[in-house]
């Protein structure tokens, strides 16, 4: 298994950035795709974006042209850089791992998930 940190979150106001991190730990970090996902207060977890071991990415349209998902391999680290960011996008953001070709939504295709880190986003 591997082991996820997420990192990076915090208050912002809207218009504002921040960058998140996923700090994998354990097994090979290369071998697995890592997806981002959040939950808001009384809502479902659901998918923000994810990358491949290899480097394909996909995003929730909501966040298409404003978030980015990044990978650095020789550091075990996923990158999670939002820009532009809304009240809306206020929420515990996790990482989670998948097979390293698995880039899409469900999330029971993920595993090893860590345990999030707050984003508030003022208005």
């Known amino acids: 298994q591997v082991q996820l940190v997420e990192s990076g979150g915090g208050l912002v106001q809207a218009g504002g950035s921040l960058r998140l991190s996923c700090a994998a730990s354990g097994r090979t970090f290369s071998n697995y795709a890592i997806g981002w996902f959040r939950q808001a207060p009384g809502k479902e977890r659901e998918f923000v974006a994810a990358?491949?071991?290899?480097?394909?990415?996909n995003y929730e349209d909501s966040v298409k042209g404003r978030f980015t998902i990044s990978r650095d391999n020789a550091k075990s680290t996923v990158y999670l850089q939002m820009n532009s960011l809304k009240p809306e996008d206020t929420a515990v953001y996790y990482c989670a791992a998948a097979p390293s070709w698995y880039r899409d939504s469900d999330l029971r295709k993920y595993n090893c998930w860590g345990q999030g880190t707050q984003v508030t986003v003022s208005s």
């Open positions: 990358i491949t071991s290899g480097g394909l990415t």
